[in-house]
């Protein structure tokens, strides 16, 4: 509609979570080199947890992407409100394992066949469940069991939890204990800050135009406050913006476009809920311990590196965009 007025070849505010747009703040770089560290050295337990729109999907594709058929296989599960049988066999059937009406030990035997295989192989076997807030307490219970299968040095299995901020809360519960024991790696998205949100809509631009992006300065103010810095909503903001200008015939968007977008979205909720300005707050204060811990609190992952994933990680200064993850973990 508009992709020739603005001289851009695709949209480059789509919403569909495309690897290929993914705008790498040093928060989100800390993320994916992080999960691909946690998959990759065979830790267990991973969880991603970001509010609704700030990009755990597309860096779980982008993790999947980025390492090769030969060093590991995954299994998605995209909708966790599945009983147990389904979910069990769900799981299953995504590592191509033939799953028929088997019942449930037979069905758990092939897959522990199939992650011993993997192993000699030198392939890692992950398991990512996606929207995880939704797990029940039932279905948590199964993931955690997975785990089970392992050697004696290594896990069979890698599982990532991605979910919604209520997984922190669902996570610190005493009865899923086990559970939060087993995680190694626990990694927060927050949204973007107002300079990355800048930087944000000027990359996906250069990803599908030479010419620079119409968004003038009081334009970017604006969607910094209507956003708040949520990557889902400056897409949204962003490509309606650029229908509006089209039709109103602006080469320019300003101030006023964003706000005649912001309000037809109704997103006046996110200026008054300033969701970028609410603090991340930890489930365990520093100082303060879990009675209930009966082993090594897991590796939490935030705006800094803990100390034991500062001698292990490999350094982000080699990575560029072009280059990629692969250089990172000598996958090529």
């Not at 030198?122 to 929207?131: P, S, Y």
């Amino acid at each position: 509609m508009y992709e020739q007025f603005y001289n851009v070849r695709t949209n480059p505010f789509a919403l569909t979570p495309d690897p290929e747009y993914l705008f790498l703040s040093d928060e989100q770089r800390e993320a994916i080199a992080s999960l691909m560290y946690a998959v990759l050295a065979r830790r267990g337990f991973s969880v991603l947890i970001g509010d609704a729109g700030t990009g755990k999907t597309t860096l779980l594709r982008t993790l999947m992407r980025s390492v090769p058929e030969s060093r590991a296989v995954f299994s998605v599960v995209v909708n966790p409100t599945l009983s147990s049988a389904e979910f069990l066999r769900t799981c299953i059937s995504d590592f191509g394992i033939e799953t028929g009406e088997c019942a449930k030990d037979v069905l758990l035997t092939k897959l522990h066949r199939f992650l011993v295989e993997a192993h000699k192989n030198n392939k890692v076997a992950v398991l990512i469940v996606d929207e995880a807030q939704r797990l029940s307490p039932e279905l948590l219970e199964e993931v955690r069991l997975l785990t089970n299968f392992e050697t004696d040095k290594e896990k069979l299995i890698q599982v990532i939890l991605a979910g919604q901020d209520e997984l922190a809360d669902i996570l610190d519960r005493y009865d899923l204990r086990q559970l939060k024991q087993r995680v190694s790696t626990r990694l927060h998205i927050k949204p973007l800050t107002a300079d990355a949100i800048t930087a944000y809509i000027r990359y996906r631009w250069s990803r599908c135009s030479s010419a620079r992006p119409p968004f003038d300065e009081s334009a970017l103010t604006a969607i910094q406050d209507v956003s708040a810095g949520v990557p889902r909503l400056i897409n949204a903001v962003c490509e309606n913006a650029l229908i509006l200008g089209f039709a109103q015939g602006q080469r320019t968007i300003d101030a006023a476009i964003i706000t005649t977008v912001a309000t037809d979205l109704h997103l006046n909720y996110v200026r008054r809920n300033n969701i970028a300005a609410v603090p991340v707050v930890d489930a365990q204060p520093t100082g303060e311990r879990d009675e209930h811990l009966e082993e090594a609190a897991p590796v939490r992952v935030n705006a800094q590196r803990t100390t034991n994933q500062q001698t292990a990680m490999p350094t982000l200064e080699r990575y560029t965009p072009r280059r990629g993850w692969r250089v990172l973990f000598g996958l090529d």
